[in-house]
């Protein structure tokens, strides 16, 4: 059985088609990633999981059970959760409360509960503050608790989104491009971080642009291109496949080195 | 008590209330609390918005529309004579109950009306069933749906509220009975219970905001801020957004309501002026001049100005000096203009105190930590 399903799935804006015919599955415990040049829909497949967009034809299941047509919340509330490629945090809340925000669908409290300051409703306050300081300080931010989120750099945003993401305890996290933005040491850091919540029994889908990460990370691949999957496989076989390497180098086939050497790297415009 | 916790402002507030009562006494101005009176029941309309607007981000346009629901509702089922009633067993049964009162009418006849309580239930309820009309379409989409949708709403309310004989029509209805609220108080404009109501305005006041205080840092206010804030990202965390939204929405207008239905029994009259867009765009400017987000930045304004207006202050550009506020603010000082004043007045004060503030080694915003309510 697998535990995310996606099945002939389609999106088009206008006359623009995003995604066309897309068919994987990923199962539990595994770090999936998906790869593909500029454009080629990453961010729309996450989105139709996330159930920010719909689908027009297809259908996307989660532990055997139809999420299309949920809405964001509700699927979260299932269990997956995501972070985005622009980091989207609540710039005018601290750290600490952005990761608070993320503990909402484990708690309960209610406008009137809230407003009277019911002893349960106090409990669970507290109960939610220790929890998100439980998921910021395995990502180093205890010493930003208290900043704005507005006021952290690029890179620190990427890791408070990661730790509100993880604070609502996910069966299945999606990721897009994480290690983007971030420096060499970060990078490092963020592999471990990665490993560590796979341990932890999370299931991933990676969207990723660094070539080593996601080939260090990743159990299997697909390959994007064009809103079509082109490559299915471990890291070593999408390395050496010819479509994959043709598609990177831009359709240069002659005296093209090993793409395990080359470490397909390409530079995506901003 | 927890409900109570952090309780230093609200003790300043109460202070602020007993010494404010005492110094026009003293100075034998005890007459301005009449005034003072009307000003705490409007800040409860602008304090329902500072949740909706400063915290939820949903832009309304027709809270004096609820305002007058409240007033209106409650005027109408207590001055309108419902009898003779036949009388069947549930006739005298809400008689027994006191849902339906006698009193004596204008002429001296007796008039069978609705008692102030059960008014007040029944305008609560109308306004909680009428904000769920407005606010459930409107609030399902993202953007700025709910600031049309309220203004259409003002209008119409305001169109009817004038052109209904029943209602008093462009007179208004007058001769509302005063509300006994049991403990020994009553809502009443009576002279001799000046003093009191001021107190009752002033506790309900109070209580509003220690209700909303707690609200907003809780579970709750951290999702209508995250709402505010990014909204896309707060669906995708398990907030139900429209669900959310719709909340803050339906309490801030049962605020209004429960505003109209005080300073209806206290002043014991309503107007159809209480249901205009005008007023909804006063009460708009309002929270934005006290900064939409804080809620003692909007009490204090709120108060202030609208006491200076109801004294006769700005005479008759009355209604164009609060469409300049909200000019002003929007150009000027979008987070209203108390916070940049408190950052200036600390800096200087930091200046005079620690020459070399650099040396925290705090980055730019850092010492903007201190929470947004103060
Ligand atoms: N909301 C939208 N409206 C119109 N077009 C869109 C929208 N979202 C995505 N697209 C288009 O769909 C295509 C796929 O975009 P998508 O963002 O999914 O690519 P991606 O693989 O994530 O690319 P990148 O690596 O740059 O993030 C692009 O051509 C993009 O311009
Ligand atoms: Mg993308």
């Known amino acids: ?270 | 008590m927890r409900f109570l916790q952090c309780n230093t402002p609200f003790a300043t507030f109460a202070v602020l209330a007993v010494v404010t009562q005492l110094v026009l006494r003293a100075a034998g101005m005890e007459y301005c609390l009449t005034q003072l009176t009307m000003a705490l029941y409007y800040a409860l309309v602008v304090l329902g918005l500072c949740l909706v607007t400063g915290h939820a981000g949903q832009v309304s346009l027709g809270h004096a529309a609820f305002f007058a629901i409240g007033g209106y509702t409650s005027a109408f089922l207590t001055t309108h004579d419902f009898g003779p009633l036949p009388e069947p067993a549930w006739a005298t049964g809400l008689k027994q109950a006191r849902v339906l009162i006698e009193h004596s009418d204008l002429y001296g006849g007796t008039a069978l009306s609705v008692s102030p309580w059960a008014a007040v239930v029944v305008a609560l309820l109308l306004t909680f069933v009428v904000a769920h009309l407005i606010g459930y379409p409107a609030l399902r989409l993202k953007g700025h749906y709910l600031a049309m949708a309220t203004l259409g709403f003002g209008l119409i309310v305001s169109k009817i509220v004038v052109g209904t004989a029943q209602l008093g029509a462009s007179d208004g209805i007058t001769g509302v009975p005063e509300w006994p609220l049991g403990f020994g108080l009553t809502v009443s404009g009576r002279r001799t219970l000046r003093v009191e109501n001021y107190y009752i305005a002033c506790g309900l006041l109070l209580l509003t905001l220690v209700l909303l205080r707690n609200l907003i840092r809780s579970r709750v206010g951290r999702a209508l801020q995250a709402i505010h804030d990014r909204e896309t990202a707060a669906n995708a965390m398990g907030i139900n957004t429209a669900a959310y939204k719709l909340g803050a929405f339906v309490l801030s207008a049962l605020l209004a309501a429960l505003a109209g239905v005080f300073f209806t029994h206290y002043t014991g009259s309503i107007s159809p002026s209480e249901a205009g867009a005008l007023k909804s765009v006063r009460y708009l400017a309002l929270a934005a001049a006290g900064g939409m987000a804080s809620l003692w930045g909007v009490t204090a304004m709120s108060v202030i100005l609208n006491y200076l207006s109801l004294r006769g202050f700005f005479g008759s550009y009355d209604n164009a000096v609060f469409g300049a506020i909200l000019i002003l603010i929007i150009s000027l000082a979008p987070e209203g203009p108390l916070k940049p004043l408190g950052q200036w007045l600390r800096h200087g004060l930091n200046r005079n105190h620690h020459p070399r503030d650099e040396t925290t080694g705090a980055p730019p915003g850092a010492s903007d930590g201190a929470p947004r309510i103060h």
């Not at chain 1, 299945?172 to 971080?193: I, M």
Request: with cysteine; net charge positive; hydrophobic share 45%.
């Open chain 1, 1 to 270: 059985m697998a535990f995310l399903e996606v099945e002939n799935v389609r999106r088009s804006f206008g006359g623009l088609v995003a995604l066309d015919r897309v068919s994987f599955t990923v199962c539990r415990g595994q770090i999936k990633g998906l790869i593909g040049p500029n454009g080629a829909g990453k961010t729309t497949l996450f989105n139709m999981v996330s159930g920010l967009l719909a689908p027009e034809v297809g259908q996307i299941r989660f532990k055997d059970r139809t999420i299309t047509g949920l809405k964001p919340f509700q699927i979260a509330r299932l269990g997956i959760s995501r972070t985005f490629q622009n980091p989207s945090l609540f710039l005018r809340m601290t750290v600490l409360e952005n990761v608070m925000v993320g503990r909402h669908l484990r708690s309960r409290a209610s406008f009137l509960s809230s407003s009277l300051r019911l002893p349960g409703q106090v409990r669970e306050e507290q109960h939610i503050r220790a929890e998100a300081w439980r998921h910021l300080e395995p990502l180093g931010l205890a010493a930003l608790a208290d900043r704005p989120a507005g006021s952290l750099a690029f890179g620190q945003r990427r890791m408070v989104e990661l730790a509100r993401a993880l604070a609502t305890e996910p069966e299945l996290l999606l990721l897009d491009e994480p290690a983007s933005g971030l420096n060499t040491r970060e990078k490092a850091d963020l592999n471990q971080v990665i490993r560590r919540i796979r341990a932890s029994g999370v299931t991933l889908l990676l969207v990723e642009h660094d070539m080593a990460l996601v080939m260090d990370l990743a159990d299997d691949i697909v390959v994007l291109h064009n809103g079509t999957p082109i490559a299915h496989g471990p890291p070593a076989t999408i390395q050496n496949d010819p479509n994959v390497i043709q598609v990177y180098l831009g359709g240069e086939p002659d005296g093209i080195p090993p793409a395990g050497e080359l470490n397909l790297k390409w530079t995506r415009p901003r």
